[in-house]
């Protein structure tokens, strides 16, 4: 079978996008995106940085306009986010273009057959950030942007290790029905700063950074200024580091 029709029949099989956490009762954690990660030989340790970016609003402006910046200083950039409009390869971007079907299913394959080896049953969602993360690695990519999904510390991104950046842009009540109040949004999307790999930590947000910071093994660098403006301000000082 074509890789093409093996990726895409597999992922018709795992539960779909908005079935992030298992079920109900299941604790949601980053254990078997790490152990696929680390069974596929850690290709999240080729890249030189990792920015990643969680958020209830402006993470996907501020991916954006802090990948134009890095490509504009000659570097070679990966950017992983979710979900897509049309396309699977929406997902992963390569120096700011969209990768092939090809790279995708074969990167899709990998992570099947390795699940399979080890009797490993990943989301949907898990499956295509460990994708990128291949494809992003064939490409000899540098710096690799990443979004969160979905809080912080159990989203799949979180399992990327190595040197990291993190950046926390405005905090909302986004998935209410999970984290119930605003200060239980901020300490999930928070544990992507409460690593051993965390080099330099920004944020946008106003009202939670005291929850934010209790987290963080640096300071934060807190980025203020005019809300329309924040996220490109926020952009250019990453961009700096």
């Known amino acids: ?27 949601p954690n980053i254990k078997i995106t790490t152990q696929l990660l680390k069974a596929l030989g850690n290709p999240d340790h080729s890249f030189k940085t990792r920015i ?29 986010s979710s979900p897509h409009l049309q396309s699977i390869t929406e997902r992963t971007r390569i120096n700011g273009r969209l990768i092939s079907l090809l790279d995708w299913s074969e990167a ?26 291949l494809i992003a690695k064939k490409h000899k990519v540098s710096y690799l942007i990443a979004e969160v999904g979905m809080g912080g510390d159990f989203d799949a991104v979180h399992a990327i290790s190595g040197s990291r950046v993190g950046i926390i842009t405005n905090i909302g009540t986004d998935h209410r029905e999970i984290f119930k109040t ?4 901020a300490f999930a999307k928070a544990g ?34 005019i809300s329309s403006k924040l996220n490109k301000k926020l952009a250019r000082e990453v961009g700096k580091y």
């Open 1 to 27: 079978m074509e890789p093409i029709s093996t990726a895409q029949n597999w992922l018709s099989d795992l539960r779909q996008e908005k079935e992030v956490l298992r079920s109900a009762d299941d604790i």
């Open 52 to 80: 990643i970016i969680a958020g209830s609003a402006g993470k996907g402006t501020t991916a954006r306009m802090l990948e134009q910046i890095l490509l504009s200083t000659d570097k070679t950039v990966g950017l992983i």
């Open 108 to 133: 899709i394959v990998a992570v099947k057959e390795k699940s399979q080896d080890l009797n490993l049953l990943p989301t949907y969602y898990e499956a295509n950030i460990i994708a990128s993360v």
């Open 182 to 185: 605003a200060g239980n949004t």
């Open 192 to 225: 992507i700063l409460d690593t051993p790999d965390l080099i330099a930590a920004f944020s946008t947000e106003k009202k939670h950074q005291s929850i934010l910071q209790s987290r963080s093994k640096y300071s934060i660098e807190w980025i203020k200024g």
